[in-house]
């Protein structure tokens, strides 16, 4: 009985934890389905919905470009963190060489550095190069900021494998880029998806440099929010509609790949 109660009692405080985690989420996509008029009254639950918002948002504001756009700056970045950081993660775990240490605390270091602190810098080098406003740019911030991270977890990933099977690869006549290919890599596949999930969260979420760097040309839907500010005042309804339109690429991924990310993050 006392066991039953206990159980119920865990439950019942992850559940609530849960609820209010998704309170947030669930108040958006309510007032994405609410009328103009109806989002006077936050507070009211029975009401028709209707897709004025999404329509809006989608036919005059262009949501899909900015989707276009996003998904194509995110996933050139998680391909280039994951090659990289697999590479350079896979090298500082197998090889030992001078000031080892040393280059490892560089790696990290850039991941700790305050990324609002190279806002102008970034934006420099956009002017003198004549980036502004591209997919270069973009890219070169996010891989900036996320193959560092990618490096230290393929890193760890790699101290998990056993040596010795890509030495018995190697004996049996596999080069060392064949071992890795063929023996370890299969291994690290759970690791491989978890980094590449995280690197695509962290560039999608991004918003501060993407309102720097760019403006007419490409288009993330991090910053589209800021279009829905207007003499009226801010179009809630739209917004609203934007969060859940930006939101369901990033809930979609996680349930696909949900078996691999609590993998490889444990």
């Known amino acids: 009985m006392k066991r039953s109660l206990k159980n119920f009692g865990g439950y019942f ?20 389905l609410k009328t103009r008029a109806m989002l006077y009254e936050p507070a009211r639950i029975l ?14 504001y262009g949501v899909t470009s900015y989707l276009k756009d ?16 697999t590479i350079t993660g896979y090298a500082l775990h197998r090889f030992t060489f001078k000031r080892q240490n040393l280059i490892v605390a560089g790696i990290l270091s850039a991941r700790v550095f305050p990324s609002i602190a190279l ?48 030495e018995a690869a190697m004996m049996e006549g596999c080069s060392r880029f064949g071992a890795l290919v063929r023996v370890v890599l299969p291994q690290l596949k759970t690791g491989i998806f978890a980094t590449a999930i995280m690197s695509f969260l962290t560039a999608w979420n ?16 991090s910053t589209a929010v800021v279009f ?24 979609a991924l996680c349930f696909l790949t949900q078996r691999y990310l609590v993998r490889g993050i444990v």
């Open 228 to 251: 829905f500010k207007t003499e009226q005042g801010i179009l809630w309804g739209e917004v609203s509609a934007l969060g859940v339109i930006g939101v369901l690429p990033v809930i």
């Open 13 to 32: 405080w992850l559940s609530l934890a849960c609820l209010f985690a998704c309170f947030p989420v669930l108040f958006m996509v309510v007032t994405s």
């Open 47 to 60: 009401f028709e919905p209707t897709l004025m918002n999404y329509e809006a948002a989608i036919l005059q």
């Open 206 to 221: 991004e918003f501060t440099y993407v309102l720097f760097l760019t403006s007419s040309k490409v288009h993330m839907i």
């Open 119 to 166: 806002v102008i810098p970034f934006y420099l080098i956009g002017i003198f190069l004549h980036l502004l406003d591209t997919y270069t740019i973009i890219i070169i911030v996010f891989v900036t900021f996320n193959l560092p991270f990618s490096v230290v977890m393929m890193r760890g990933f790699f101290a998990n494998i056993s040596q010795d099977c890509e």
């Open 70 to 85: 996003s998904l194509i700056v995110c996933a050139i970045n998680v391909l280039i963190c994951v090659i990289l950081g």
